[in-house]
T-cell receptor, first 105, second 119 residues
Framework: DAKTTQPPSMDCAEGRAANLPCNHS???????VYWYRQIHSQGPQYIIH???NNETNEMASLIITEDRKSSTLILPHATLRDTAVYYC??????FGSGTKLNVKP | DAGITQSPRYKITETGRQVTLMCHQT?????MFWYRQDLGHGLRLIYY???????DKGEVPDGYVVSRSKTENFPLTLESATRSQTSVYFC??????????????????FGPGTRLTVL
């Protein structure tokens, strides 16, 4: 089963860190975790990926648990423009429903 | 222009008509994908292609046909449109890149979408 589990929605105050969890308990050892986001009705945008080590880029940080069954995407200083639906996937083809992140002033 | 484009951006058609949605990418990526996104829901994979002349079914392929005669183009055809195919259609492309050890990863680049309404 290639499905992930994410909370349907989360709120975050502007300027605070947004921590988005994802459960991917059926991931295999050779599959990457990918995060994408979709702002309004635009095409999804790649954010970050990781295998087993924590990763950081200019957009976000990715924390993967040691057993690789879950991960957390961290937006260190959320802005209003980060309001979007965030998707966590490990099978590169299958997106779930994602988490709607609402960043509030 | 470089990137991935879709045409048309908006399309209204009637039940039973044939409709073709176009997708073009300029990166020469090996992989291309078609997804549909129904109102308020996530993306579901319709078909994908690993290279020219190689295509495979995704989650929801029924009612759709694809072809890939050239690397840069991946058209999606609804042979006889139905109201249930009203949706936003996204095309994407990617290329396998070297990752940890021998494992590769794929970062997908998405087009702007085509909003299709079937009356």
């Amino acid at each position: 089963d290639a499905k992930t589990t994410q909370p349907p929605s989360m709120d975050c105050a502007e300027g605070r860190a947004a921590n988005l969890p994802c459960n991917h308990s059926t991931i295999s050892g050779n599959e990457y975790v990918y995060w994408y986001r979709q702002i309004h009705s635009q095409g999804p945008q790649y954010i970050i990926h990781g295998l087993k080590n924590n990763e950081t880029n200019e957009m976000a940080s990715l924390i993967i648990t040691e057993d690789r069954k879950s991960s957390t995407l961290i937006l260190p200083h959320a802005t209003l423009r980060d309001t979007a639906v965030y998707y966590c996937i490990f099978n590169k083809f299958y997106f779930g429903s994602g988490t709607k992140l609402n960043v509030k002033p | 222009d470089a990137g991935i484009t879709q045409s048309p951006r908006y399309k209204i058609t009637e039940t039973g008509r044939q409709v073709t949605l176009m997708c073009h990418q300029t990166w020469s990526h090996s992989y291309m994908f078609w997804y549909r996104q129904d109102l308020g829901h996530g993306l579901r994979l319709i078909y994908y292609s690993a290279a020219a002349d190689i295509t495979d079914k995704g989650e929801v392929p029924d009612g759709y046909v694809v072809s890939r005669s050239k690397t840069e183009n991946f058209p999606l055809t609804l042979e006889s449109a139905t109201r249930s195919q009203t949706s936003v259609y996204f095309c994407a492309s990617s290329e396998s890149r070297g990752g940890v050890g021998r494992l590769s990863y794929n970062e997908q680049f998405f087009g702007p979408g085509t909003r299709l309404t079937v009356l």
